[in-house]
């Protein structure tokens, strides 16, 4: 009975490691881009561009809610935005606005889930960008691929 335990404990550790994962990702599956609201329409028109998919996977953007009201950061949403990110298996990036004062508080959050994010002021550009660094990963971890290229330039 305990071996049985082990057995089924690694293969649901396993599932969960999905994205973040060493292992890789399997062909045809879908992997999620968290983009926050200013970015949001431009990225879902770049994905659509491009069929939804980057190499042998499919991409789905998640927009998220607005963390701004009449100009004022809300704190709140900007850690259950980046939370809602490290909560989902299939997460590949963060995508986000150019905002030093609200990347203070996500970057963080999603550090810790080893969750890489593209800032920029361009939804089409931030997705294009992502779409062309999942094409161009090794095998392993996709995470880890993407953040290994943001950090190269």
Known sequence: MRKVLVAGAFLLAAAVAGCGGGEGVARDATVTAYVE??????AKQELLKQGNRAGELHV?????PTSRSQDKLKLSTLGANAREATEDSTTVAYLEASDPQASRFTHPILETAE???????????AMARLLRLIEASGS???????REALRET
């Open 37 to 42: 609201a200013p970015l949001c329409i431009g």
């Open 60 to 64: 789905q953007a998640i927009c998220l």
């Open 115 to 125: 969750i890489p994010w593209i800032a920029g002021s361009s939804g089409k550009a």
């Open 140 to 146: 392993g971890s996709l995470r880890a691929s993407i």
